[in-house]
Nanobody
Framework: QVQLVESGGGLVQAGGSLRLSCAAS????????MGWFRQAPGKEREFVAA????????YYGDSVKGRFTISRDNAKNTVYLQMDSLKPEDTAVYYC????????????????WGQGTQVTVSS
């Protein structure tokens, strides 16, 4: 099992930036992929971005392409989500997730989840 702890959420004005962090511990990360998902009130959980731990290959949801960047720091076992040009519709609880396998945008394929961090974008 992998333990995941998110941080970095908060309140920001539209057009601003935030960087989320996901600190991972537990099983080895070789062969794993990490993902970010978000869930707004009254809506289903949505895929945001994913990264392959081994080589840093990335994959983004259409709604965040060109604005968000996912990255990882192997030495710190940490995944980041840099969010720029934020919009009010980005307001949600953001979750970090891990899976033993290739990149995926399907939340059901992820085995371990963090507790989430709230991001609120004011207009």
């Amino acid at each position: 099992q992998v333990q995941l702890v998110e941080s970095g959420g908060g309140l920001v004005q539209a057009g601003g930036s935030l960087r989320l962090s996901c600190a991972a511990s537990g099983r080895t990360f070789s062969g794993r992929s990490m993902g970010w998902f978000r869930q707004a009130p009254g809506k289903e959980r949505e895929f945001v971005a994913a990264i392959r731990w081994s080589d840093g290959m990335t994959y983004y949801g259409d709604s965040v392409k060109g604005r968000f960047t996912i990255s990882r720091d192997n030495a710190k076992n940490t995944v980041y989500l840099q969010m720029d040009s934020l919009k009010p519709e980005d307001t949600a609880v953001y979750y970090c997730a891990a899976r033993a396998g290739p990149l995926s945008q399907q939340q059901r394929r992820y085995d371990d989840w963090g507790q989430g961090t709230q991001v609120t974008v004011s207009s």
